[in-house]
C-alpha cells in the first residue's frame, strides 16, 4: 500500500493530517527546517505531535533539510538523541555528511534522503544507500519512465505529488539572498542566516520576481525574464506510480492555512483509495473538479505569502553579530 506523507506546522495541522488519512508526516524542528519558526516546532510541539500522530496510527518524521557546519553537528545530533527519545520514526536529510553521521549515530532510525539532495541517477541512489539511507526523493524533473528503474534498488522511493519545479535545483536556493542575507542565532546560540534556506532561514522566492534581461549595460534583452518556480498537483500520474510500486507519495505545504492543507490530505487520501479499489473502473474526470477548487484556494494562498516575503526581503538588515 502506497504511503501518503504529509506536511505539518503546527499542532492543528497535525491533528488534520491525521484526520484526514495521512499515513504519516512529518515536522521542521525549529532552527533545523527550511521553513519560518512559524511553520517549525519546539521540542515540546515535536512531542506533542508524536503522541497525537501515533494515537492513530500515523507516524512521523522530522525534516533536518539545511545544510549545518561542523561546529553545528554534534549540537544536531543532541538533539536527533532528544527528537528520537521522543519517538520520531525517521528524519528527512538533505546533507551528505549529516546522513552518515545520523546513521552512525542511531543505525535503527530510518533516513529519508530529501529533494535537496537532488537524485538524479541510480549511482546516486546506490551512494546513498551506502551511508544509511532507507528511502530517497525523486528530483520533480525526472520522468515516469526514469523513475521506473527504481524499483530494482533495494531503496524506498518518494515521489512529489504537490510541489514546485524550480528552475534549478529544488529544496537547494542559492538565490534566496539576493535581496537579504542577515546573520543571527537563535535561543540555543545556533547560527541561522535569514534570507538562505540552506542555513536555516527561509525561501524569499526571489526568482519569482519581475527580473528583464540587458545585453550589454543599455541594450534590453527581455523585459520580462519568467524563472520558473510553478507550484503543482500531481493527478494523472498518481495511477501509474503507484501501478509502479512507488512506496510514498509526499505533499509540501507546511506554509498553507490548516484547512488547505485538511482538503488537499483528503483528496489524496481518497483518490488513492479510489484507484486502489477499482483500478479498472477508475475515472480521472470528477477528480480533475474537486482538485481545481483546491487549486484556486491554493493559488490565492501562494500568492499573496509570495508578495509577503517579497516585502520583508527588502526590509533593512540589522548589523549583526560576530
Known amino acids: 500500500m502506497v504511503e501518503l506523507l504529509v506536511p505539518a506546522g503546527n499542532i492543528q495541522m497535525v491533528q488534520a493530517a491525521v484526520e484526514n488519512g495521512a499515513n504519516s508526516l512529518y515536522v521542521g524542528p ?62 528527512i536529510l538533505s546533507d551528505v555528511g549529516v546522513m552518515a553521521a545520523v546513521h552512525q549515530a542511531f543505525p535503527a532510525l530510518s533516513i529519508h534522503a530529501s529533494i535537496g539532495a537532488n537524485i538524479l541517477n541510480d549511482e546516486d541512489i546506490l551512494f546513498y544507500r551506502e551511508i544509511g539511507v532507507s528511502q530517497v526523493v525523486a528530483d520533480t524533473k525526472l520522468s515516469l ?51 538562505s534556506p540552506n542555513r536555516g532561514g527561509l525561501d524569499y522566492r526571489v526568482c519569482l520576481e519581475a527580473w528583464s534581461l540587458w545585453r550589454g549595460n543599455q541594450d534590453r534583452w527581455a523585459d520580462r525574464v519568467s524563472l520558473k518556480n510553478d507550484a503543482f498537483f500531481l493527478l494523472d500520474d498518481i495511477p501509474p506510480l503507484i501501478d509502479m510500486g512507488v512506496h510514498t507519495l509526499k505533499m509540501q505545504g507546511r506554509e498553507y492555512a490548516v484547512d488547505l492543507v485538511g482538503r488537499m490530505v483528503k483528496f489524496y487520501r481518497d483518490l488513492i483509495d479510489a484507484y486502489t479499489a477499482d483500478p479498472r473502473g477508475f475515472d480521472l474526470d470528477p477528480w480533475k473538479t474537486r482538485l481545481a477548487q483546491i487549486q484556486a484556494q491554493r493559488d490565492l494562498e501562494r500568492a499573496k505569502g509570495t508578495l509577503d516575503l517579497f516585502n520583508e526581503a527588502r526590509q533593512p538588515v540589522r548589523t549583526c553579530c560576530t
Not at 38 to 53: C, F, H, K, N, T
Open 30 to 91: 525549529r532552527g533545523w527546517s527550511r521553513r519560518r519558526d512559524a511553520y517549525e516546532m519546539s521540542d515540546e510541539a515535536l512531542r506533542e505531535s508524536v503522541r497525537i500522530a501515533h494515537a492513530r496510527g500515523v507516524k512521523v518524521r522530522a525534516a533536518v533539510n539545511t545544510h549545518p557546519t561542523s561546529s553545528e553537528l554534534a549540537p544536531l545530533l543532541r538533539q536527533m538523541e532528544v527528537w528520537v527519545g521522543d519517538g520520531i520514526d525517521g528524519v
Open 145 to 195: 519512465k526514469e523513475l521506473r528503474s527504481r524499483r530494482e534498488i533495494e531503496v524506498g522511493v518518494e515521489v512529489l505529488i504537490h510541489a514546485n519545479k524550480c528552475y534549478t535545483y529544488l529544496g537547494k536556493c542559492w538565490m534566496s539572498p539576493y535581496h537579504r542575507l542577515e546573520r543571527g542565532h537563535d535561543e540555543t546560540g545556533k547560527d541561522f542566516f535569514k534570507g
